[in-house]
């Protein structure tokens, strides 16, 4: 059941340059699932719709959630603001998640590039399997992988090379020689792209998160939608809603 | 107290209902709302044939509001009298099916095979900024407004609302043809075509260029054109634009609008719909409002 609900912030920090990290107490935490996402609404009502912000972790009594965004804009700069105590105008638990019963007990690949790092933590918690996390950054601006790290092997890609391998995760396989049976993956379209290939290439399922402008978030509006090998269900034309249908798709069903 | 308002021949239990395009068919938001409690579901453009709609991105946020291009992606006519029209029967609502086309024989087409099934009453999207051929071609020229008009009359075994555009120099002029040439009702305003530019991508913020602006900055051009409108044809008049809550719909109803339907601001607050039914009933307790058709065109 999705609702719009007024939530609480429990605390609030900046864990890189301009990345934010923001524990939200909130009864929607009781279901979400790793890869699933939360709209954010900007009390600024010249900013109307609900920001995009996917769910980076649960905490263990399912009270709370954690997410961590990048600034992008003005509203994301709005929440940057957000102190502990403050209300918080949440719509959720929206999307589907990472299927994890696809990767339970397998090699799998957890993949993060960018602000397509926070969801991987939740899915590294919540995944039983032969897990190695491969995530990719512009420079040595890290975030997060001190928790990654709890959970499996972490290989760092550095755009600029200064920490890890130089180059992005991709190189990364490539140079630490590893292997999966599954990937799951968030990131941006350029590395969505390449493990798409390289998953075809191997052919091993990969399970891919998607972004795209979002209006209403609940497959109502049909904003934001991604051309897809089969005929979708809702409008029979090859284009699914990221919001509803996925975010995150199996790669070889979408034409990115 | 009684909110129920008639157009047409067709009586709603309230003069709430929702924007085309903003809503689908009532699935998704049945979830936040009980869709009982409206007047209306006025659906998704539906084509004869599935429409794919444009390329991404489809939408943006402008100050107050937002631009969209989805470029009526839709899945034909077959799908929608198979599944849509079904799951709204489940429901005590009336039921307005927007149509779309590309050509009058498109249109046509569509509204023969509704009039075979049990909805309510059609909407004529003349008016969608968003495809190139169709729509809004039809919606901007008074002649060729009538001419579409008078044809689809000659097809349709339901009542026919005419969704008006704003993008035209004198409302008056589209809202008269369409009454001439026997719509039974306006609806209006469509978007407001605009345009957003990206200036650190120096790029298009939508990739169709142009977009429609809906959401509550348009408001103020919506309550002028209902009222022009309304004041201009004896036909009822469905009144729309960035109605944000309940305030908004009495506003519309005074300007002359006999009904009134939320769109953009479904996406704002999901339960926002109902919440105007209960307003609206607020208003008409407060000022002694025995009849809402006392308040519709009230002001002069």
Redesign the interface.
């Known amino acids: ?4 609900v007024t939530a609480r912030v429990i605390s609030q920090t900046e864990i890189a340059n301009n990345i934010f990290d923001m524990w939200i107490e909130t009864g929607l935490a009781k279901e979400a699932h790793p890869g699933q996402f939360i709209g954010v ?1 900007p009390k600024n ?6 920001r995009p912000i996917s769910i980076c972790e649960v905490n263990e009594e399912k009270t709370a959630l954690r997410i961590v965004y990048r600034i992008a804009g003005q509203g994301t700069t709005e929440f940057s603001g957000y102190h502990a105590g403050d209300s918080v105008e949440i ?1 959720g638990i929206l999307g589907n998640g990472f299927p994890l019963e696809e990767g339970r007990g397998k090699k799998v690949f957890l993949m993060g590039g960018g602000i397509g790092v926070p969801p991987i933590l939740q899915l590294a918690k919540e995944l039983d399997a032969e897990k190695k996390i491969l995530v990719g950054y512009r420079d040595s601006n890290l975030f997060l992988k001190e928790d990654l790290d709890k959970y499996a092997k972490v290989y760092v890609a550095t755009e600029d090379g200064s920490v890890g391998t130089k180059g992005n995760v991709m190189d990364a396989i490539r140079e630490n020689a590893l292997e999966a049976d599954v990937i799951f993956a968030c990131g941006p379209m350029p590395m969505l792209r390449a493990i798409k290939k390289y998953a075809e290439e191997k052919n091993i399922p990969a399970y891919i998160s998607l972004e ?15 051309k897809t090998k089969e005929i979708d269900h ?6 699914a809603r990221i919001c ?1 249908d996925g975010p995150v798709f199996e790669a070889k069903e979408v034409e990115i | 107290m009684n909110t129920k308002v008639t157009i047409a021949g067709v009586e709603f239990k309230n003069p709430v209902m929702t924007a085309s395009g903003t809503f689908g068919s009532g699935m998704e938001y049945g979830e936040f709302v009980d869709l009982n409690k409206l007047g209306a579901v006025v659906t998704k453009g539906v084509a004869n044939v599935p429409w794919p709609g444009n390329p991404t991105p489809r939408v943006a946020e402008v100050y107050g509001g937002m631009l969209n291009a989805i470029g009526l992606q839709n899945p034909g006519i077959d799908v929608f009298i198979e599944r849509d029209i079904p799951f709204l029967k489940q429901y005590d609502t009336k039921i307005i099916v927007n149509v779309c086309g590309k050509t009058v024989e498109d249109y046509v087409e569509v509204v023969e095979r509704l009039g075979d099934t049990d909805i309510d009453m059609m909407e004529i999207n003349v008016s969608c900024p968003n495809v190139k051929e169709g729509a809004i071609a039809f919606g901007q020229k008074k002649e060729a407004l009538y001419d579409v008009t008078k044809e689809i009359k000659k097809h349709a075994k339901q009542p026919i609302i005419m969704k008006l555009s704003p993008n035209v120099t004198d409302i008056t002029e589209m809202a008269k043809a369409a009454e001439a040439a026997g719509a039974d009702a306006i609806s209006l305003i469509n978007t407001i075509t605009g345009m957003k530019i990206d200036i650190h991508r120096r790029a298009f913020a939508i990739a169709n260029k142009t977009g429609g602006m809906s959401g509550p900055a348009i408001k103020p051009v919506a309550v002028r054109m209902v009222y022009q409108a309304a004041n201009a044809v004896n036909i009822p008049v469905i009144g729309m634009g960035g109605i944000s809550n309940a305030e908004d719909a009495i506003e519309f109803i005074l300007a002359g609008a006999t009904a009134i339907s939320v769109g953009a601001m479904n996406f704002v607050n999901p339960y926002v719909t109902e919440e105007i039914v209960t307003g609206i009933e607020a208003y008409m307790d407060r000022y002694g409002v025995k009849d809402i058709k006392e308040l519709i065109g009230a002001v002069k």
């Open positions: 059941m999705k609702e719009k609404y009502k010249s900013t109307i719709l609900p719509l795209e402008h979002m209006a209403c978030g609940v497959g109502a509006c049909l904003g934001c939608v991604v809702h409008s029979h034309v090859h284009n509803t």
